[in-house]
């Protein structure tokens, strides 16, 4: 069998072995109910404690701002809807960007089919939200700002602490969905004026089906599930200690190894780019190009189908992903590169690849040899590019 070679990052993450190692004892020994009163029961509430101080510390939280939730499309739900619901005496405005993730954008259009109404912001080419327009866009009867702190697609970081001053100088709670962010760059929120967090296990090399929002204390927000008293009775069901505790490893490690690890995923990333770009005709860069995170690079392919790129990329063990939106059965490129302002043929050639700390330069090596067939024997069935050829 070919060696699998990962570059989805973005889309999920391994789990990482010692993460791994720390949630087994929580399904085989240590499996009571945290709110049990006998001993047993005592160890699952002990982890479950462990893990919300190793997050809450992380974001320069308090423990008892962390509620987890089963992962970050929740955590956004709930940021939104709640904040919206609870906020709508003083208002029914809200600001977000047109490059949300989808968590954030079809819950902003389920608000606007309730009664709220919602600003889309542009971004700049880069992918960055122009604070100019943040001001502009603000209203008496803004209650909410959500902007994302980097973009899945494009890797793109936001200027977070500037956005969260514009947002509290006005009155105007913040939520930002850090899903990507978290454990790659570093997070305060007091520092970066945010009210509500949103974060995910998966993305960090932790468990799939874990997630939390952070939320300020002394915000009223109502509760996302009703019923029994966990997470201070915000949002009920017996906790997911095994999620939890894995979750805590990997915030953990995520912390323990982000200067080492994002210095060198910067390193690949930027030898990726630099060869893609060198080495590629008619190819270009998506996203910032020092404001993105540090495993991200996203390309755009002139002349050629990131669907088929996709397919024939897996062919050869490689596992990367496409702005096309094949996931959710359109065939509408992605909203995100619509945004920062390429057409159409353009943006249906992308290809985003996301590294970890594991993969090698041999590796980068071994798939920039391949995109360089891969995209020219595309091409070379391409008629726009024999047309496009002939005219040169
Ligand atoms: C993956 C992702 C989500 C959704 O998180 P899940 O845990 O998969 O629900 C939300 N926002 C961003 C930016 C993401 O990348």
């Known amino acids: ?31 009571g109910n945290p709110s049990s009163v006998y001993s047993l029961a005592g160890e699952s509430k002990k982890a479950v404690a462990k ?19 089963a992962g970050g499309s929740e955590a956004d739900n709930w940021a939104l809807k709640a904040a919206a619901e609870s906020y709508k005496s003083k208002g029914n405005h809200i600001i977000t960007t047109k490059i949300e993730h989808h968590a954030v954008l079809h819950t902003c259009e389920w608000l606007e089919r309730n009664g709220f109404e919602v600003t889309y912001l542009n971004v700049d080419e880069q992918g960055r939200v122009r604070l100019e327009e943040l001001k502009k866009a603000i209203r008496p009867t803004t209650i909410l700002i959500s902007i994302m702190f980097a973009n899945n697609e494009i890797g793109t970081i936001e200027p977070i602490r500037e956005i969260g001053e514009i947002a ?14 978290f ?33 300020r204390k002394g915000l009223k927000l109502r509760s996302l599930i009703h019923g029994g008293a966990q997470e201070r009775k915000r949002r009920a069901g017996t906790e997911n200690v095994p999620g939890i505790v894995g979750y805590g490893a990997a915030v953990a490690r995520a912390v323990r190894t982000m200067e ?9 990333r930027d030898y990726l780019i630099d060869r893609v770009l ?32 996709l397919i024939m990329l897996d062919m050869e063990g490689i596992c990367g992903s496409s702005g096309s939106a094949c996931t959710s059965g359109s065939l509408d490129p992605s909203h995100v590169l619509l945004a920062i302002g390429l057409p159409h043929e353009i943006a249906h050639g992308s290809l985003r690849l996301t590294l970890n700390e594991e993969n090698t330069k041999e590796e980068l090596d071994f798939v920039i040899e391949q995109l360089k067939k891969i995209v020219e024997r595309l091409r070379s069935m391409s008629p726009l590019y024999e047309d496009f050829t002939r005219r040169q």
């Open 183 to 215: 454990g790659q760059v570093p997070i305060h929120v007091d520092a970066y004026h945010i009210d509500m967090l949103s974060s995910s296990g998966h993305k960090l090399n932790g468990p799939k089906g874990i997630g939390f929002l952070y939320i």
């Open 1 to 31: 069998m070919k060696k699998l070679i990962y570059l989805d990052n973005a889309a999920t993450t391994r789990t990482a072995p010692e993460v791994v190692e720390a949630m087994l004892p929580y399904f085989t020994e240590h499996y």
């Open 278 to 309: 060198k080495e590629i005709p008619y190819t270009r860069l998506n996203g910032h190009r020092t404001d993105r995170l540090p495993n991200n690079a996203n390309f755009s392919f002139q002349f050629i189908e990131g669907e088929s790129l």
């Open 260 to 268: 080492e690890r994002t210095v060198r995923e910067r390193e690949l």
């Open 168 to 181: 509290h100088e006005h009155g105007i709670l913040f939520h930002t969905d850090a899903v990507q962010a």
């Open 51 to 69: 893990a919300r101080e190793i997050i809450a510390g992380a974001l320069g939280a308090a423990a008892e701002e962390i509620y987890f939730t």
